[in-house]
């Protein structure tokens, strides 16, 4: 195998590993501060690049013709709609299971994601049908042999990353993420010390599925396509991926995200079976992993949650 | 008062008299089974509203025997759920006939029912051979041809135009598989190169790995066995890793959302499918009118057409040999050079349609093309070369 080509894989596995690795990021913040698993994540993601696609044909019908300028507003409003959409999930179903069985709100959040999918599917125009989401970013690229580079893919990881260290700062260095790390430790201590549970659930919330809205927006310029069903996988993904980082633990996340991806491209490209069974050996090797290590790759500290 | 009361009665026998030929036809039970949800829904929504269409003009017609009462059932695309609902509508006796699935998983799946119960069937879109050939059921039939008619076709065609290396790329269902099966038989039969094949999930999203193997072997055509959801996502994903190699596919992308989906880069694919284009045949222009008269809000999409000329052949059989399963089967068995808007259909012993016509497409400015209406067939235009 000569080293483009390698170097293609390579590149592939980053772009796919970025959108895991956001996806999972969101788990593990809900994970982290309400010790629930929200399994609608996927779909929520879905609402997010359908959002931002409806605001590219609204500002596309009002005349916009600048590429990145519209770039920006469909991100910034689509991440907006989500987060405020996260929160409602956080308020409306969320807490008020607070308590219950953590099957009650793993089969609620299940629920919720059919809901929202079959709902793009039935009341969108034409739903059920994939759509071409436009290239947004210039297609500059340059080919060295085998590898291709790719400026839009460039700008996309580098932004992903960025994104992902800005959650991070904001949990490390600001008063939220104070509260939050608070209540995500020891919950009847920061109500005790003056923090609202609640409205700290409910940022927690949007913050994550604002987070799935970019990476759902990255999806859409990277793959270039749209389709209500797209979040199922994604979600089941994240969810691994976070698991096998370690629930609660965003470096976790993200290596568990960058690791799939990097199975599966090695399922793909590098094993002798047919490509069909990538998934199956990607996930089979998170079975393994976390047979070994139960707690996942960096494992839950609980010092250290969130 | 008296008189009043006579006037009255008399009124009321009129009018009981009056719609006395409505009330005397008895209603008979059919149905229609295809994807309504999922990824390929525009089709199977396509297909119902055409059998619908084949049930309204039927019961418009003064000269029919009955009144047709159309039971719609969604199968998903998914095996388990069309078990189900071939099930559901196999066990509901006063379900006379039905045409049935797009899907070739499903079909496979669902014939073993439909022969149990008894129920005729004819189906619409489904292209698998298994259909039809893996059984000796009398009580299915299909209207469209098989992918083996499609494929020997789609590799005598595509060598004939000079390629000569191809990277095959082929869902891992029934369908994709038998697809990749007969078209690798074709295409080694016409001096064609095959330098990889690649069996995918039928769910799957990245192809970016898949792809970049493709790219280094450099072939000139990457071919695809598959739906239109992942042939979306194939050809979109070709041109990100900048493979220049002419896309060619199966009837599973002729759809109208594979063109939405893809965008400009739809422009060029190659795709075969049964049966003349709907405006060619005799009865396409009249069907087209018709279905925009009834009102759709969807398109009938490639293989509505089927689906109702199929409706219209079980409403013959119906009006011919009376509301009963084992009569309509007995008249299907005969059915020979019958006349239906996607061309005469004759069924074989195995309830096969032996006379369709492949038509060759290609995406030109949005459409599906006949090749040899296309621009590219008379030059103006230049296919993908390496």
Redesign the interface.
Known sequence: M?IG?IG??IA?GL??GLIYALVAVGFTLFFGVLDVIKFSHGDVLTWGVFSAFSMYLLLSWMGFEHPVLILVIVAIVSMAFIAVLGGVIAKVLIIPLKGAPPLNVLLITLMLGTVLRESI?LFYP?G?????FPALLPDW?H?WG?F?L?FDNTVMLISGLLMIVLVQLIIKRTKLGMAIRAVSQDEETARLMGINFNLVVYITFALGSALAAFAGVTYGL????L?F??G???GAIGFSAAAVGGFGNIYGAIVGGFLFAML??I???ALPF???Y??VFAFGVVIVIMAIKPTGLLGEKETERV | MKLSKILCLALVLLMVLAAAPALAKKTVKVAFIGPLTGGVSAIGVGGRNSADLAVRLRNADPKAKYHYELVSLDDECKPNSGVQVATKAAADKKIIAAATHYCSVVALAAVDVYHRFGLPVIVWGAVHPGITYGNKYKEVHRINGTMINQNEVAAKFITGLGYKTWVLLYDTTDYGKGMHEYFAKYLKKNGGKILGSFGVNADQQDFTAELTQAKKLNPDVIWFGGLTPLGVRIRLQMEKLGIKSQFQSCSGIISDAFITGAGNLAEGTIAFREGEPVENLPGGKWFLKEYEKAGYKEAPDAFGPFAFAAMNLILDGIEAAGPKRKAVVKWLDNVKDYKTIVGSVTFDEHGQNISPAITKYVVQDGKWVPWKNSEYASGKRKLKRR
């Open positions: 000569d080509l293609q894989h592939n772009m796919m599917r034409d059920a049908n994939p759509k071409h690229s080919s085998n291709t790719r990277y793959y270039n396509e389709s069903n797209m199922l996988l994604l599966q491209t399922g793909a490209a047919a490509s069909a990538k998934d």
